[in-house]
């Protein structure tokens, strides 16, 4: 009797302890969040480092820098210091930890404030609100970096550095500088005086810039709406480009097209190659210029009343006073110069 008794008593806690646990999931229960302020300089510089999941950037026009996002199970902490001008926010992930380890961050900081972010396993997005019209940069610099992940950025900056192993890249605002550089992704970039961009395996696309120099060794090139100078470089791909005004261009290829138009310059110099594939270039009517075209294996036409004759693939003539110098050369393909 005694013992029904006593099991009784026991099976009772058993049953009014369970409902307490199984309330809660366990992976909610380990999970955890962060929302944390702290007063700034607002011209300071604030650092981002994250190991796995995301981070986002707003601006907006307090002194203060505010950070808030869930945390993943083996998520230790964030570090959030301020000192000398500069704020600090670190992501640290338990010892030997190899999986849960993503933190979700959005960080609010002044919008004239300097941001260096790095990223492991994460995207990087900077969201910097649309200001009126501008005489000077807002910010001084910022620079995004993730290993494994994209990276999107929408600012205004004097100084833009941008850089993915793993993942596409794109910016667009205003720079008076842009660095942009992926191993194996797209690049987009739109809104920088001086733009210097690079992939291994991606297309790139810059659009908005005085001077491009752009590089790929597997992907298309496009830049459009370019101002004076250019200088564009592909392995394995197509080159396409749009000027204001021709100033310094360059643009080759060893297997695909290159296509470019635009006006030339005063004194203006245009090369252009490819070994496989064909060259299109179209100026307007009152282009002044020596031409100089060579293909080994294709054919040259012009809109302006000039051809090659014969068996002689090569073409040299002048338009206008002769200022301006083309230099067009193919292995195995067409080249044609046309008139807008």
Same mark, same amino acid.
Request: hydrophobic share 40%.
């Given at each position: 009797?005694? %013992?029904?008794?006593?099991?009784?008593?026991?099976?009772?806690?058993?049953?009014?302890?369970?409902?307490?646990?199984?309330?809660?999931?366990? *992976?909610?229960?380990?999970?955890?969040?962060?929302?944390?302020? &702290?007063?700034?300089?607002?011209?300071?510089?604030?650092?981002?480092?994250?190991?796995?999941?995301?981070?986002?950037?707003?601006?907006?026009?307090?002194?203060?820098?505010?950070?808030?996002?869930?945390?993943?199970?083996?998520?230790?902490?964030?570090?959030?210091?301020?000192?000398?001008? &500069?704020?600090?926010?670190?992501?640290?992930?338990?010892?030997? *930890?190899?999986?849960?380890?993503?933190?979700?961050?959005?960080?609010?900081?002044?919008?004239?404030?300097?941001?260096?972010?790095? *990223?492991?396993?994460?995207?990087?997005?900077?969201?910097?609100?649309?200001?009126?019209?501008?005489?000077?940069?807002?910010?001084?610099?910022?620079?995004?970096?993730?290993?494994?992940?994209?990276?999107?950025?929408?600012?205004?900056?004097?100084?833009?550095?941008?850089?993915?192993?793993?993942?596409?890249?794109?910016?667009?605002?205003?720079?008076?500088?842009?660095?942009?550089?992926?191993?194996?992704?797209?690049?987009?970039?739109?809104?920088?005086?001086?733009?210097?961009? &690079?992939?291994?395996?991606?297309?790139?696309?810059?659009?908005?810039?005085?001077?491009?120099?752009?590089?790929?060794?597997?992907?298309?090139?496009?830049?459009?709406?370019?101002?004076?100078?250019?200088?564009?470089?592909?392995?394995?791909?197509?080159?396409?480009?749009?000027?204001?005004?021709?100033?310094?261009?360059?643009?080759?290829?060893?297997?695909?097209?290159?296509?470019?138009?635009?006006?030339?310059?005063?004194?203006?110099?245009?090369? *252009?190659?490819?070994?496989?594939?064909?060259?299109?270039?179209?100026?307007?009517?009152?282009?002044?210029?020596?031409?100089?075209?060579?293909?080994?294996?294709?054919?040259?036409?012009?809109?302006?009343?000039?051809?090659?004759?014969?068996?002689? %693939?090569?073409?040299?003539?002048?338009?206008?006073?002769?200022?301006?110098?083309?230099?067009?050369?193919?292995?195995?393909?067409?080249?044609?110069?046309?008139?807008?």
């Amino acid at each position: 009797m005694k %013992r029904k008794v006593l099991w009784g008593i026991l099976l009772l806690a058993v049953l009014a302890v369970v409902p307490v646990h199984t309330a809660i999931p366990a *992976a909610a229960a380990a999970e955890k969040s962060v929302d944390e302020t &702290r007063a700034v300089k607002p011209d300071g510089v604030v650092q981002i480092s994250n190991v796995a999941g995301s981070v986002r950037v707003v601006s907006w026009e307090k002194p203060e820098v505010h950070v808030s996002g869930e945390l993943e199970v083996n998520v230790e902490r964030v570090d959030f210091e301020v000192r000398d001008g &500069r704020t600090s926010i670190r992501v640290v992930v338990r010892e030997h *930890a190899h999986k849960n380890t993503s933190a979700y961050l959005t960080v609010s900081a002044p919008a004239v404030s300097s941001l260096e972010v790095d *990223a492991v396993s994460a995207s990087v997005n900077v969201e910097d609100a649309s200001p009126p019209e501008l005489e000077r940069p807002i910010r001084q610099s910022v620079y995004a970096r993730s290993v494994s992940g994209e990276v999107e950025v929408n600012t205004w900056a004097s100084t833009v550095e941008l850089k993915s192993v793993s993942g596409g890249v794109s910016f667009s605002g205003a720079a008076e500088t842009l660095d942009a550089e992926s191993t194996s992704g797209d690049i987009q970039c739109a809104g920088a005086h001086s733009a210097d961009v &690079r992939t291994i395996s991606g297309d790139i696309e810059v659009a908005n810039a005085d001077s491009v120099r752009a590089k790929s060794t597997s992907g298309d090139l496009t830049a459009s709406n370019i101002g004076r100078d250019a200088e564009a470089s592909s392995i394995s791909g197509d080159v396409e480009m749009t000027l204001a005004s021709m100033n310094k261009v360059s643009a080759r290829t060893v297997s695909g097209d290159v296509t470019m138009e635009g006006a030339l310059a005063p004194a203006g110099r245009v090369t *252009a190659g490819t070994q496989s594939g064909g060259v299109t270039v179209s100026f307007p009517l009152d282009v002044s210029a020596e031409f100089e075209i060579n293909t080994i294996s294709g054919q040259v036409r012009t809109g302006f009343g000039f051809k090659s004759e014969g068996i002689n %693939r090569s073409l040299n003539f002048a338009l206008g006073t002769g200022d301006g110098y083309v230099r067009i050369s193919t292995t195995s393909g067409d080249v044609s110069i046309n008139k807008l």
